[in-house]
């Protein structure tokens, strides 16, 4: 491969990791940089080692987000695990039915998704509202149910995540990056498993790509815990824009 193409595919992951950390929705870049370099190699194997680097970059930001704002385990850790438990039965389940209904209807869910985030202030004031078992239970219930979706499908799972501590948990942005990015990292993890057992891994690429992902994914958490909410705030809005874009163009447009 020249060297030209390992350069443009460094700055994708690296940019695809500071956006991930930042909101989610690296993917976007990565995957669409992938695929037009690469155009030679199979799409299922393009997919799995883009599930690899994204691993790296999410969990260098969770790390970060972990330390700099400490999660309540009690709320983490269930999310983690059915995060984990639910993408692993998705990413399965993929293997056996298409994804073709959920890609027609993604659009439209995320128009609603931005619409009401864009007519409050979701995300600006951590004011959790429920007791701690409670919490646990939400938290654990909206991770699987993302967690399934991240397995079996995947755009915007990391900004889907955040939405369930800012919207259901009451928990404002950047109280939110430290939970979220771990629930991130558990269906990551599952679904590179599944995929990695597959033998769909390209392992070279991967563990570049997953370098300049992580790279990235230390400097976009680096910049919302310095700016917090408000540009978090607005990064969601934009990073939820153009998935709704891509999801409808993937879903409508590609024939």
Not at 19 to 40: E, H, K, N, R, T
Not at 95 to 124: C, H, Q, S
Not at 162 to 189: C, E, T, Y
Not at 205 to 215: G, K, Q, R, T
Request: proline share 5%.
């Amino acid at each position: 491969m020249p060297l030209q193409t390992w350069l443009e595919l460094a700055v994708a992951a690296f940019a695809a990791g500071a956006v991930d950390a930042i909101m989610g929705g690296g993917g976007m870049l990565q995957v669409p940089a992938l695929f037009s370099l690469l155009p030679g190699l199979a799409p299922a194997a393009l997919l799995a080692t883009n599930k690899f680097a994204s691993l790296a970059g999410t969990c260098g930001a969770a790390l970060r987000y972990t330390a700099a704002l400490p999660p309540r385990w009690t709320v983490a850790l269930p999310a983690i695990a059915a995060a984990f438990a639910a993408a692993t039965l998705g990413a399965y389940v993929l293997t056996l039915v298409a994804a073709e209904p959920l890609r027609k209807a993604l659009p439209f869910v995320l128009v609603a998704l931005w619409i009401y985030t864009a007519t409050n202030d979701l995300g600006m004031v951590h004011a959790p509202r429920h007791a701690p078992h409670r919490e646990a239970a939400l938290a654990a219930g909206n991770a699987g149910a993302i967690g399934f979706y991240d397995g079996f499908f995947g755009p915007g799972a990391g900004a889907f995540y955040k939405l369930v501590f800012v919207r259901a948990l009451g928990f404002d942005f950047l109280n939110a990056a430290a939970p979220a990015k771990l629930a991130n990292v558990a269906s990551n993890l599952a679904a590179v498993l599944v995929l990695a057992a597959g033998g769909l891994v390209l392992w070279k690429l991967a563990l570049f790509l997953a370098a300049a992902n992580f790279l990235g994914g230390q400097v976009g958490s680096r910049i919302a815990l310095r700016y917090g909410n408000r540009l978090i705030r607005w990064a969601f809005l934009l990073v939820v824009a153009a998935l709704i874009a891509k999801t409808f163009r993937d879903a409508y447009l590609v024939f």
